[in-house]
């Protein structure tokens, strides 16, 4: 039996469980469409999709409710997939298996998928439900949201009626995110030479242990980067060894602090020794460096198959030398809100496909011009290595409006519910009500979910209890607005 057939609140957590039997990767959300298609229909409600596949429901005001103001609940489809290398899963088919550990939910070895299957199932259980005195409804189920907003950027104006716009998609119990940051995604690309290899042993160097996280969410905690810190391994092999460089791979998506990274590297055997050595001391001073911020790092050097071919010398310096320059982390703190994140970026990917070598970044701010000028910065970077560039995927930011009428109302609402005052944030993640809401001028928009952390990697958790809370609140703040 599943260890969420136990839980309360039902409502929530039976559809959880259904969702996390789906496999729902970004932009492979199909079957998680038709599944919440045919809830919809099965309650006889009206069902819209649109041209990219965002799903809209529409659901009739509970009786004596007729007048209120419409509401939309809004989430996403999809999940990041991510796991540990030594757990064999395949997302394209293979369920989440869910485990508990005292009052939270994780899954073994993979991301859980909590972002945003907790918010979709609350949705959904609203959906459901027929003894909430809510106003009229609206239900946006969106699509690709992790790796970039393509149905909130997709979604067409005019479709909805709402006056008030709830993202589901929170992840910190007993706050309203009132705000969020905007971003951009930065490619940067170079065709290089390859020769033949000289030296006649290989090796896989792998950065390992990290603990990654959402790129926007965690980005300030000075978790290591994989790719940086391969990079800065790779670098030293080609200085102080002479080694050739074959292959570059490491990340996932560009939301996400890579975990992992590796290189295949060349060198003559005879330096086996030198290279273990140099490993050693680096995995030693990395770990000194993280600290307690990211203590699990390792580094690692196993003899690999020998590849026929290796980047020339000249362009092997090049790449190395821009994941060690490329700016990665915190750029400035925000002056206005106390420890939240103004501007920042991510060295998110690096691969190497034949002789094309690929990198990959993304920027936030909630500032449009400092977004555009932190890719800038990044850009000049990688042109300097040698590297064409290309900004794709922009996306708004969302001003934070802490005097609006729903936020006041929510704010009324906590308090009635849970006898305290709520805390209004702001987030340097990118939220889709942003998006969508930018495309709807006067729609009033706030965010809140359950407590959720280190979503996009495989030590994602939510705590049991704050989804009941969330659930309670959920339902009160549909009955007042």
Not at 213 to 218: A, C, P, T
Not at 411 to 417: A, I, S, Y
Not at 471 to 477: G, Q
């Amino acid at each position: 039996m599943s260890v969420l057939q136990e839980l309360e609140p039902k409502a929530i957590w039976n559809h959880f469980d259904e969702i996390t039997q789906i496999p729902r990767a970004s932009t492979k959300e199909q079957r998680a469409r038709e599944w919440v298609i045919g809830i919809a229909k099965h309650k006889g409600l009206e069902v819209i999709e649109d041209k990219v596949g965002n799903i809209i429901v529409r659901k009739p005001a509970h009786k004596g409710r007729e007048s209120a103001p419409t509401v939309v609940l809004q989430g996403h489809l999809d999940m990041v997939c991510e796991k540990n290398e030594n757990i064999t899963h395949d997302f394209d088919i293979d369920p989440i298996r869910v485990v508990r550990r005292g009052d939270w939910l994780y899954a073994d070895g993979t991301t859980l998928g909590a972002d945003n299957g907790i918010g979709v199932s609350s949705a959904l259980a609203v959906m459901e439900s027929d003894d909430i005195k809510h106003g009229p409804l609206e239900f946006v189920f969106t699509i690709d949201e992790e790796t970039g907003l393509t149905g909130a950027a997709e979604f067409s104006p005019g479709v909805l009626k709402a006056k008030y716009f709830v993202n589901l998609d929170g992840e910190e119990k007993g706050t309203l995110c009132i705000g969020c940051s905007g971003g951009v995604n930065t490619t940067a690309r170079r065709k290089v030479t390859l020769r033949a290899a000289t030296a006649n042993t290989a090796y896989k160097v792998k950065v390992s242990g990290l603990k990654g996280g959402h790129s926007g969410v965690d980005i300030h905690l000075g978790r290591g980067n994989a790719i940086r810190v391969l990079g800065e391994m790779v670098q030293l092999l080609v200085e102080k060894l002479y080694a050739e460089v074959a292959d570059l791979k490491g990340g996932s998506a560009r939301n996400v602090i890579p975990r992992e990274a590796s290189a295949v590297v060349l060198l003559d055997s005879a330096r086996e020794k030198e290279l273990k050595s140099i490993i050693s001391q680096f995995e030693a001073e990395t770990r000194t460096d993280l600290g307690s911020f990211d203590p699990g790092v390792e580094i690692s050097a196993e003899k690999t198959d020998r590849p026929a071919q290796v980047l020339d010398s000249s362009d092997a310096r090049a790449v190395v030398s821009l994941l060690v320059a490329i700016p990665h982390g915190v750029l400035a703190m925000s002056p206005d809100v106390p420890g939240l994140v103004q501007n920042s970026t991510n060295l998110a990917t690096v691969s190497v496909n034949g002789d094309r070598v690929e990198v990959g970044s993304s920027q936030r701010s909630a500032i449009e011009s400092s977004k555009l000028a932190a890719a800038r910065m990044v850009a000049s970077a990688c042109r300097l290595a040698g590297f064409e560039v290309e900004h794709a995927g922009s996306y708004p930011g969302w001003k934070p409006e802490p005097n609006s009428e729903i936020v006041q109302k929510c704010k009324e609402v906590f308090k009635e519910v849970f006898g305290t005052e709520t805390r209004l944030v702001a987030m340097h993640a990118g939220l889709e009500c942003g998006v969508i809401g930018e495309k709807y001028p006067g729609m009033q928009l706030i965010s809140f979910g359950p407590q959720i952390e280190s979503p996009h990697s495989p030590n994602e958790r939510v705590e049991i209890a704050s989804v009941g809370e969330f659930w309670k609140y959920l339902k009160a703040v549909l009955e007042k607005l």
